[in-house]
């Protein structure tokens, strides 16, 4: 039997018990999304938009779900936090697929500002979900139709209008398992006209057992809001990360995306920007660094519906051994999309013969009246930059540690919280040392 | 004086050709030799294979620098032997402060003399002081190493390294290339002033000029590969009257 059918019998199996804990809106939602991921199974490799990323291979190993609810978010703050020195946070956690925050952290919120489970949110102040949950993501391929199709709850941050977060909001996801295991994780940002908030969401794992995390984030951004959005990967080889993104901004609002992958196993994200009104600006910068067999994949999509615009993207990748990296960044200027400034930059380092990068830069254009740029580049680290440093009397290894870094560098630049900055620039220093290849717990406090 | 630097019958190669054909030289503790000659004739070849450049392969011969055999050493080692070459075309590292570039050089310096790494503060009135001696602006600093300088500057850069790094045999690889007359006179100060009783350098140049500032105690013309003909600092002179076709000729 192919895994496809494995999963149809799971869900039509087990469908009463999905429901069980969830929310109406969650349930109908699921419905559609069922029908969708039957009709289509998995991507395959010939599919346009998943060439280089064999995605239904993963999905083979005969993972665990937690469908009965039965772990919750044990005890997770005692022995597991992910301090960022210097950075003031208020600190949720995801233990799989569970979401917590301890009473004294929401307090720190200004007020109106909500954060909490989707079946809470959903009871208290149902009009948030049921205006935005998933209306982004309904559009999106069978990898996050299977999200809504088995997801049973996620976070809901809704940050009401004029109201600005001054802490950095941080959630820290962690995965604890005896056994090999699937989780739906799904995150759901509403900001409201004039609002700021920034948020971290650093992803762990501390098992060595095969994991398969599918997350699906929507996030809506008002007139005039700003959002600045933090992701940090750092788990490890055993794990597959699905990330899907999509983000809708309105007129004059801001978004900021950086996406690290500093260690992991297998990774494909997807994210999707629609600048959806006047003058709003939106900049994603991506960092990926692999080694030993790891596959990394970005595929972006920013979408200027609107005039006005401006879209700024660079991706970074540092392949070593036999890591693998895919980019496909897509920008779409739409008719009505006058006046856009959109630039695209990808650069990317093999540093052996076996690592492979697939880039392919893409650029679709509808308007007349726009700028646009796009370039990718691959190459290797400059010999005669090391030979220089080396007649200085920097060793080899120092040599060439010191270029990737220079070459990471600028992506880490463009992150604007100073305290993440400065850690970010040591962990991925550390990451070229060879000094995070264990990853038990976060080393963003270490 | 004692011998700090001795080459005897030197042969390289690069992609198999052969550059160097026997190269005889003896640098004592103290001195300035100039290394003149046409294009084509060794002169860069000769700077690389002494730093360990891994294009060149040495396939005869052998270099004794401090009494110790050069081709063993790393070119990293060579440089914290005191071994210092100011580039002809200074190679330019996106990303890499000047000051996070000589912290790196000079506390792997340190490390192989078995010193403790410098401290931050120490180590930024070096770089101050060092600055100050070449006339090289504050702001270029903070850039990254060569990054968007003018020839010029360039090649200060490679002096204030030079400062910062105190070696006992600097090689100047046509440092006066692509320089104006007061850019020149700048950098020749600046290598003026570095000079101590126990420390030597190799000049190579095409031209007189540099020589002008920089006083050579002994001159060699290296041509195809060879050194063929060394003399006291008279022979810059002739050679700006006469050229090199007559040593072309000869050979």
Redo the contacts between chains.
Sequence with gaps: MECVQEYINLFESNKALIDKPCTQKLNEEREKAFVRFRAEGFPKLKDENWLHTNVAKKFETDYGMDLGRKAGANSVKGSFTCDVPNLKTVRGYIVNDCFTIAGEDRNKLPKGVLIGKINEIAESNPEIIDSFYNQLASKGDSIVQFNTSFVQDGIILYVPKNTVIDETIQIVAQLQTNVDILTNRRLLVVMEENSHASLLLCDHSSTDKKSLSIEVTEIFIGRGASLDLYELEETTESNTRLGNLFVNQKHDSRFNHCNITLTNGFTRNYIEVVLDGEGADTNINGLAIGDKKQHIDNRTLVEHKKGHCTSNELYKYILDEESIGVFAGKMLICTDAQQTVSQQTNRNLCLTSCARMYAQPQLEIYADDVKCSHGSTVGQLDENALFYMQQRGIPADEARHLLMYAFAGEVIDNIKLEALRERLHILVEKRFRGELNHCKGCNLCK | MENLLEIKNLHATIDGKEILKGINLTVKAGEVHAIMGPNGSGKSTLSNVL????AYTVTEGEIIYKGKNLLEL???D???EGL??S?QY???????SIT??MR???N??RE?LGQEPMNATEFLKMMREKRAMVNLDSKLANR?VNEGFSGGEKKRNEIF?MAM?EPTLSILDETDSGLDIDALRIVAEGVNKLKREDTSSLVITHYQRLLDYIKPDIVHILYNGKIVKTAGPELVMELEERGYDWIKNEN
């Design positions: 730093v360990g450049h891994p790393s070119p990293e060579r440089s914290h210092f070459l580039f200074p190679v330019e590292i996106p990303g890499v996070n570039f790196a050089a000079i792997a310096k192989y990254s390294q790094l």
